[in-house]
């Protein structure tokens, strides 16, 4: 059986109702707003893996887990993303980067992709960008808004809260949406 993978950041209950409240406030924006189970900050996306490549993916992620100790993420704007993405695919809100998180992303990154893996999709090109997709833009009905009446997103916000594990997580996609499965969570740092 195939698995499609990814590792995450899961939200605390309270910064998840908060970004909910902002999906309310652009009522005429065309846009598929995400569940509030499934609000998190991607580490990294592995595609689809079989149940073999998956236990391999547990034990890397362990290890990269205690090699990494907690803290914090500022989650400080809700904006269009990605940048300068025009017409923008999605609303999301985007986390200041810092050392900590970027050590965990590239560690988790370099432990994932050094051994060999078939199914493993390859890493972003780009620079990682902690982010949560706050809702998928309706591409069609977005382009039929004249430029000047769609709705401006640029919100600075300031949600801090402690990052104590990262969980492999896996994605049904189903009818209604893709359905994220807590596979297995790992604290970070050495007890």
């Known amino acids: 059986m195939r698995h499609r993978i990814f590792i995450a950041i899961n939200l605390p209950e309270g910064v998840k109702k908060q970004l909910l409240d902002y999906q309310s406030k652009w009522p ?66 985007e986390g200041e980067k810092s050392n900590e998180l970027g050590e965990l992303q590239n560690d988790l990154e370099n432990s ?34 004249e430029p000047e009446e769609r709705p401006v997103i640029d919100e600075d916000i300031s949600f801090v809260f402690g990052v104590n594990s990262i969980d492999v997580m896996e994605s049904q996609l189903k009818r209604g949406g893709a359905e994220y499965i807590i596979l297995e969570s790992t604290q970070l740092g050495k007890f």
């Open 28 to 93: 005429e924006l065309p846009v598929r707003w995400v569940k509030p189970e499934n609000l998190h900050i991607t580490l990294a996306f592995l595609g689809y893996l079989s149940d073999e490549e998956l236990l391999e993916i547990l034990r890397i992620t362990k290890e990269v887990a205690l090699r990494n100790n907690p803290f914090s993420i500022n989650l400080n704007k809700i904006c269009y993303g990605p940048p300068k993405k025009m017409p923008p695919r999605m609303v999301w809100a």
């Open 112 to 145: 994932l992709f050094s051994v060999s893996i078939k199914g493993l999709k390859e890493p972003e090109a780009r620079p990682y960008a902690p982010h949560i997709t706050l809702g998928r833009i309706r591409q069609w009905e977005f382009r039929q808004i």
